[in-house]
């Protein structure tokens, strides 16, 4: 069975601080790809990365960082220099085998992430 | 990228009423389309799968007879609420696939009194 696991149910930290949120995900397949989305209080969720189970490089973007350990099963993001507008929840997801367009996505419980000023 | 828009963006019903909402692929063609139901500071959870032409595929626990989906055509999935009640009070997402890509719509907030 697929499962994702945000064992941190909420983070608070100061603006500027870096923050890593953790993300440990359970497949049987060989082929998968984890993502991260971040749902401010709109609800919209927005897409930050897709990562596939053969490409274990670190990924850059701006202040967001992702590590990517297939031996421990982690796939956790980093913000660097946080901003009041980081706030929000942020999800770690996993579909199954052969992502496709008709795959499904598994999400994690959530980690929600408040910045103070 | 990709744009799929929801309507209503929010309802409220009177308890035993049904509810339709629209899932729409803007400017794509979406074979496939998901719904998931988001419970106040929850995840999200996959209701069904729903296919252009085909009876939606429902995950476990979710009453097919409750929750409606119809996917008409390449562009558009109906979720019908059936004989709603206040537990049926949520955020309900839909998701639109074009090949190798998925995309999420707005939501919809559906309040049930």
């Known amino acids: 069975a697929q499962k994702v696991t945000q064992a941190q149910t909420e983070i608070s930290v100061v603006e500027k601080e870096d923050v890593t949120l953790d993300c440990v995900y359970e497949?049987?397949?060989?082929?998968?790809?984890l993502f991260w989305y971040k749902q401010p209080p709109s609800g919209e969720l927005v897409f930050l990365i897709r990562r596939n189970s053969f490409d274990e490089q670190n990924e850059i973007s701006g202040r967001y960082s992702w590590n990517f350990q297939k031996s421990t099963s982690s796939f956790n993001f980093t913000i660097t220099a946080s901003q009041v507008v980081d706030s929000a929840v942020y999800f770690c997801a996993l579909s199954e085998a052969g992502y496709s367009s008709a795959s499904k996505i598994i999400f994690g419980s959530g980690t929600r992430l408040s910045i103070r000023p | 990228g990709a744009v799929v828009s929801q309507h209503p963006s929010w309802v409220i019903c009177k308890s035993g009423t049904s509810v339709k909402i629209e899932c729409r692929s803007l400017?794509?063609?979406?074979?496939?389309m998901f719904w998931y139901r988001q419970f106040p500071k929850q995840s999200l959870m996959l209701m069904a799968t729903?296919?252009?032409?085909?009876?939606?595929?429902?995950e476990q626990g979710v009453e097919k007879d409750k929750f409606l989906i119809n996917h008409a055509s390449l562009t558009l999935s109906t979720l019908t609420v059936t004989s709603a009640h206040p537990e049926d009070s949520s955020f309900y997402i839909c998701?639109?696939?074009?090949?190798?890509?998925?995309?999420f719509g707005p939501g919809t907030r559906l309040t049930v009194t």
């Open positions: 729903s296919n252009e032409g085909s009876k939606a595929t429902y």
């Open positions: 497949t049987r397949d060989t082929t998968y790809y």
């Open positions: 998701s639109a696939s074009e090949p190798y890509e998925q995309y």
């Open positions: 400017d794509f063609q979406a074979t496939t």
